[in-house]
Nanobody
Framework: VQLQASGGGLVQPGGSLRLSCTASGFTSNYYAIAWFREAPGKEREGVSCITSSGSITYFTNSVKGRFTISRDNAKSTVYLQMNGLKPEDTAVYYC????????????????WGQGTLVTVSS
């Protein structure tokens, strides 16, 4: 049972990346999947979440209009499309699993992926 986050990298300001979170060992369709990020010297914060039925929550106002979360249940994968990236988006991005509904509290997520580093710099 695990989540595998991928897709991070180095990108210039204004660029785009798509992160993927692939589930294995369980049926991800039944769970809400969220993206969190942890910038150097800062606490881990929620970015966005999508429930099994496709209901979406954006936890961070700064990403609204730039980031889009989606899921492909056939591929057991949740995506985070990030456009218009800014230096302040630099962080390790984690995906996490929670039963039923989305929530901001990171302690309510029982399963975490290993993280993928996103660096936005010129």
């Amino acid at each position: 049972v695990q989540l595998q986050a991928s897709g991070g990298g180095l990108v210039q300001p204004g660029g785009s990346l798509r992160l993927s979170c692939t589930a294995s060992g369980f049926t991800s369709n039944y769970y809400a999947i969220a993206w969190f990020r942890e910038a150097p010297g800062k606490e881990r914060e929620g970015v966005s979440c999508i429930t099994s039925s496709g209901s979406i929550t954006y936890f961070t106002n700064s990403v609204k209009g730039r980031f889009t979360i989606s899921r492909d249940n056939a591929k057991s994968t949740v995506y985070l499309q990030m456009n218009g990236l800014k230096p302040e988006d630099t962080a390790v991005y984690y995906c996490a699993r929670r039963s039923y509904l989305c929530a901001y509290e990171r302690n309510s997520y029982a399963l975490w992926g290993q993280g993928t580093l996103v660096t936005v710099s010129s």
